[in-house]
């Protein structure tokens, strides 16, 4: 069954570093998204992206934050310069409809600044 | 804005007992609701969604949750757990947007 990877598993990076979380969503999906969790606190909306613009975002993403999709496979979540509160898990997801009816989770990928 | 509540934040239960979690969420305007549940190491995965039209939806699993409008309320059921039914589950609602709005979870424990 074809699912959302996501790499690194685990990154851990120094305050005010860049760092790029890359997922690699189902293959004829078309939406893609990012959502966050701090620990023990909710799952948050980041982003939506559709052919090859945001078409939603909530009021975290703010401009430390881009989305891209370099090439045909997969789909990148880049933050400028890290800061101990953006620590969280990050999940990708991917949908082939759009909305929120169906979208496919990745397992996603833990971040730690220090 | 729409907020999801998830009351109890880890529900033990004995297998093949039922198991009820319980979601309630706000918001001003019609709203998608879902239950997503998420084994250890793994992503969010859909057990069911409703949309519209009958308000007992059937999900995977032998889970199923009941729409109550008027209580803003849609609890996850299942009859009879099993082991492997452990995990932690999210109830989300969609302001019929692209964006989903997440609980904070509840890990169901099933113990033998």
């Known amino acids: 069954e074809p699912e959302v990877t996501q790499t690194p598993s685990h990154q851990v990076t120094q305050m005010g570093q860049e760092v790029i979380l890359r997922c690699v969503p189902i293959?004829?999906?078309?939406?893609f998204y990012w959502y966050r969790q701090i620990l023990g606190q909710k799952v948050e909306f980041l982003v939506s992206?559709?052919?090859?613009?945001?078409?939603?975002k909530s009021e975290i993403f703010d401009d430390q934050f881009s989305v891209e999709r370099p090439d045909g496979s997969n789909f990148t979540l880049k933050i400028r310069s890290t800061k101990l509160e953006d620590s969280a898990m990050y999940f990708c997801?991917?949908?082939?409809?759009?909305?929120?009816?169906?979208?496919?989770f990745g397992p996603g990928t833990r971040l730690t600044v220090t | 804005a729409q907020s999801v509540t998830q009351l109890d934040s880890q529900v033990p239960v004995f297998e093949e007992a039922p198991v009820e979690l319980r979601c309630n969420y706000s918001?001003?305007?019609?709203?998608?609701l879902f239950w997503y549940v998420q084994y250890p190491n793994q992503g969010l995965q859909l057990l069911l969604k409703?949309?519209?039209?009958?308000?007992l939806v059937k999900g995977i699993n032998g889970f199923e949750a009941e729409f109550n409008k008027s209580q803003t309320s849609f609890h996850l059921r299942k009859p009879s757990v099993h082991i492997s039914d452990t995990a932690e589950y999210f109830c989300?609602?969609?302001?019929?947007?692209?964006?989903?709005?997440f609980g904070k979870g509840t890990k169901l424990t099933v113990n033998p």
């Open positions: 997801a991917s949908s082939p409809s759009g909305g929120p009816y169906e979208q496919y």
């Open positions: 293959s004829n999906h078309l939406y």
């Open positions: 992206f559709y052919n090859n613009e945001i078409s939603e």
């Open positions: 918001s001003s305007v019609s709203v998608y």
């Open positions: 409703y949309l519209s039209g009958s308000t």
């Open positions: 989300a609602v969609s302001p019929l947007s692209e964006k989903l709005v």
